[in-house]
């Protein structure tokens, strides 16, 4: 290649890189004149117009700046609304027990268990969730089945879906879902001993959850 030709070539690419560098140097100011650097805090986020003489901002610059913090703002105020709205709200969830007694039997049909009864009045149990029967059951002999249910003894009537049944030596947890008459009733455990063993029917109480 001739010498011309080599000494054109290295010149025309000192020439491209210096005007690069030229670029790069304008585009470095350009920026620094435009936007400040992101000022952040524990309150807020924001973005800071030049404040230095040698650091002019032109008009529109300055309205750029103003929508983007008012956008900042935006942001902010929807972040902190949803985080307000993620806070635990207050459990007010109450329960209730009312004890009934202990007792047993050994009859083969339905029978009143002795004191193992009391009064309930729903009005002091304002928005209520569910009603429970409680009661443990066991026959030391192991002969038979014992059972229980809740007795409505001021309307005469079974209270609904509350009978309940187990067999075996161990006490045993059963519990049924039910529905108290509105107002003051009394009620009372009833039970029954399939075989005629003797069955106890302990710690029987009604367990009311409300809102």
């Known amino acids: 290649m001739p010498r011309t ?14 005007v690069n560098i030229v670029m790069l140097d304008l585009a470095v100011i350009f ?16 973005i800071a117009p ?4 040698t650091e002019a901002c032109s008009a529109s610059c300055a309205e750029k700046i103003d929508a983007l913090n008012r956008r900042i703002d ?4 929807v972040a902190t609304q949803q985080s307000t709205s993620l806070l635990p709200t207050k459990n007010t ?58 007795y409505n003894v001021t309307d005469k009537h079974d209270v609904w879906f509350s009978e309940v049944s187990s067999e075996g030596p161990i006490l045993t947890k059963k519990e ?6 509105p107002g003051a009733k009394l009620y009372r455990v009833m039970g029954l001993s399939t075989l005629k063993y003797d069955a106890n029917i302990q710690n029987a109480r009604i367990r009311i959850v409300t809102n």
């Open 176 to 181: 049924a879902t039910i529905t108290l008459e």
């Open 5 to 18: 030709v080599k000494i054109g070539l290295v010149a025309s690419f000192l020439l491209l890189l210096t």
């Open 31 to 46: 920026n620094r004149q435009v936007v400040r650097p992101v000022e952040m805090n524990a309150a807020s986020v924001r």
């Open 50 to 53: 030049p404040v230095s003489p």
């Open 74 to 77: 935006s942001i902010s105020a």
């Open 93 to 150: 969830v109450k329960e209730y027990y009312i004890t009934l007694g202990s007792g047993s039997t050994k009859s083969s049909v339905w029978e009143d268990v002795a004191g193992v009864e009391a009064v309930i009045d729903t009005t002091n149990y304002p928005s209520i969730k569910s009603i429970l029967f409680e009661v443990f059951l066991n026959i030391p002999t192991a002969n038979g089945m014992v059972k229980a249910k809740l």
